[in-house]
């Protein structure tokens, strides 16, 4: 079955910057890919979105700051945070953007000096 497993997160400091990586196991085909975040007392929000050719969508408090980025022959989804703010902290959430809802455990991101 499909499994979806993400690396990376932990602690940084403001301005610092850090990479997460989603892993797709368990299926030969591609799918269009997300990362999510969710924040203490916050609904689950949608960070960036990137289809199998790559073209891609961010949500416009990290356009500029983050990068959504994949390697179909890995079938791996990453995504590069720079310039990191405190707002940044939340749990980060890698899933394929299908009907059917596939989601990773979740890795956390905090983001404090």
């Known amino acids: 079955q499909v499994q979806l497993v993400e690396s990376g997160g932990g602690l940084v400091q403001p301005g610092g910057s850090s990479r997460l990586s989603c892993a797709v196991s368990?299926?030969?085909?591609?799918?269009?890919m997300g990362w999510y975040r969710q924040a203490p007392g916050k609904q689950r929000e949608l960070v960036a979105t990137i289809t199998i050719p790559g073209l891609t969508n961010y949500a416009d408090s990290v356009r500029g700051r983050f990068t959504i980025s994949r390697d179909n022959t890995k079938n791996t989804v990453s995504l590069q945070m720079n310039n990191l703010k405190p707002e940044d902290t939340a749990a980060y959430y890698c899933?394929?953007?299908?009907?059917?809802?596939?989601w990773g455990r979740g890795t956390q991101v905090t983001v404090s000096s």
């Open positions: 368990g299926t030969s085909r591609l799918y269009a």
């Open positions: 899933k394929v953007e299908a009907t059917f809802g596939f």
